[in-house]
Each structure stands twice: as C-alpha cells, then as structure tokens.
C-alpha cells in the first residue's frame, strides 16, 4: 500500500467556532473539537435495563437516541474520563455509579472527524435524581429498556423519526448478529 504524503502535513484551520474546527491536510479536509476536547461514553444497566437518552441535536435537526456522553475537560476543570462519566451519567439520567471500567478510546467517523471518545462501562448502579441535563440547556428523556426489548425500542424509536446514534450499536450487536 503505497502511502499518502498529504497525511504527513501539519494542519491547517480553515476555521474555528467555539466548539468545532475545520481542518486541512493538503487534498483532506475534517472536523474536530476545538482545544482537542474528548468525549466519554457511558454503557449503564439498572436492574437488568439499559440506561438511553434522547435528546435533540441540532446536527441532524431533530431527536436522537443514544448512550449517556459528555465532554471531558470542556469546563476547564482537568476532570478525569472516570469523574466526567459518573457526572454526565448523573446529569443526564439521574443514576449514579460506584465504579467505571475504562473499555477503550475509539473514533466514530475517522474518514472525517478527528474527534475521538472512550468508552466506559459503570458498575454498582443506583437511582439518585430525575435526570434529564443540564436545565436551560438540555432537553433530555431518559429511557430506562430491557435488555430483551432493546431491538423492538429502537426499531420504534427509529419509527417515529428519532436518529439513532452509531455507539448503539453496542448493545444492539446481539440482535444484529445473532
């Protein structure tokens, strides 16, 4: 395979807002987060249902189910992936965990987002609150489905016009594949 020098070249900003950047490598052109912010990805179970999300996203100008997630490190504050897993879980969904699993840093759309996340998987689960984010800037339903449902809820979901997030597929591999 021969190699491309394009990939060699330092970035170049074609632009940056306050969350996105666009960058270019010779002829390749991808986005990122500014600042280099990484995400973390939460797969929790309480009492045998997986813990969801859905939230409107502007990126695909409507709802989307996924996996609870944040950013870490975006306040500022040198929060760990572990403190900012337990965090968004508890502000997402109003569950709360006593341990997290680090499982590995993955990239979702590489061909055109650097943009990368680690997941993580949380143990000793526990109901603390409503959940729902952050008020005033997040609108978030919890959905709390049994693992032998989850295919028929996220076929429903998908139905009735709600996106569905890549990372799902984690849990829905089972269905999937058999």
Known sequence: ?????????????????????AQRKGKWEYAGRVGGIRA???????DGKWILVEQPR??????????????VG???DG???????????????GFT????ERLGDFHASPGMLSESFTLVRVHDVRR?????????????????????DLARFVAARRAAGVAVDVKLLLPLAPFLLG
């Open 1 to 21: 395979m021969s190699h491309d020098p394009d990939l060699d070249l330092p970035p170049e900003t074609m632009w940056a807002g306050r969350f996105v950047t």
């Open 40 to 46: 973390v990805v939460v797969l929790a179970q309480h």
């Open 58 to 71: 502007a990126a695909i100008g409507g709802p989307c189910l996924e996996l609870p997630a944040g950013l």
């Open 74 to 76: 975006d306040h500022g």
């Open 79 to 93: 929060a760990t992936v572990e403190e900012t897993a337990i965090k968004e879980l508890e502000e997402e969904t």
């Open 97 to 100: 965990a006593g341990r997290v």
């Open 128 to 148: 603390i609150g409503e959940g729902g984010g952050v008020a005033g800037e997040e609108d978030i339903t919890v959905h709390l489905v049994a693992g032998d």
